[in-house]
């Protein structure tokens, strides 16, 4: 199993940046990859984001590519979610989310499917105003 937190969320005006960290804890070798989600109040989760953990292969939702960025620092178990030219839309709550299957997917929606994700993190809050 692997323990995760997230931090960075906050409240930014349109057109602003944050940066979200998901620091792993635990069984952090069991990863295959590390990707991030959001929900909206009363919708259903979706994939922002993920990264493979050994190839670095990036995956990213049409409504985020060009705006957000996902990287990984190795040595503190650590993945980032730079997320740049924001929008209310993006107005959510950020789950980071650890899976432990490494294989390459074709599509970004075959990678960003929540169920291959096993572990969750409690969510960090970001709100976008116009």
């Known amino acids: 199993q692997v323990q995760l937190v997230e931090s960075g969320g906050g409240s930014v005006q349109a057109g602003g940046s944050l940066r979200l960290s998901c620091a792993a804890a635990g069984n952090t070798n069991s990863r295959g990859y590390m990707g991030w989600f959001r929900q909206h109040p009363g919708k259903e989760r979706e994939g922002v984001a993920t990264l493979s953990i050994e190839r670095s292969n990036e995956y990213y939702a049409d409504y985020v590519k060009g705006r957000f960025t996902i990287s990984q620092e190795n040595a503190k178990n650590t993945v980032y979610l730079q997320m740049n030219s924001l929008k209310p839309e993006d107005t959510a709550m950020y789950y980071c989310?650890?899976?432990?299957?490494?294989?390459?997917?074709?599509?970004?929606?075959?990678?960003?499917?929540?169920?291959?994700?096993?572990?969750w993190g409690q969510g960090t809050q970001v709100t976008v105003s116009s």
């Open positions: 989310a650890a899976s432990p299957y490494p294989y390459s997917w074709s599509t970004p929606r075959q990678a960003l499917g929540a169920n291959l994700y096993t572990d």
